[in-house]
């Protein structure tokens, strides 16, 4: 690993902890996009998760993961979150 790829490490961690944005292709909309899912719960997770289906670059993983953090909060029903996952993928 070289130094360059180190810094670049170091600073992407810094924007994932500290400026709560998520690092991807998409920049800051995924951040506006995990914020609607908090606004719009389940039927958030199923519309973001059908999009991705229908060809937008939208990672599913990302959001799972999201929506796990979410019911880990209590914020979300995890078998809920997960059947309509699945109806959405």
């Known amino acids: 690993m070289e130094i360059?790829?180190?810094i670049s490490y170091?600073?992407?961690?810094y924007?994932?902890?500290v400026k709560?944005?998520?690092?991807?292709a998409e920049g800051k909309q995924m951040h506006s996009l995990l914020v609607n899912i908090t606004t719009y719960s389940y039927f958030g997770i199923f519309v973001a998760l059908a999009l991705g289906i229908l060809g937008l670059p939208i990672p599913d993983e990302?959001?799972?993961a999201y929506a796990g953090f979410?019911?880990?909060?209590g914020k979300f029903n995890f078998l809920y979150a997960i059947m309509v996952?699945?109806?959405g993928t």
């Open 4 to 6: 360059t790829d180190f």
């Open 10 to 13: 170091i600073e992407g961690i």
């Open 15 to 17: 924007f994932v902890i």
């Open 20 to 24: 709560n944005y998520s690092i991807d």
């Open 62 to 64: 990302t959001l799972m």
């Open 70 to 73: 979410l019911a880990f909060q």
């Open 85 to 87: 996952a699945f109806i």
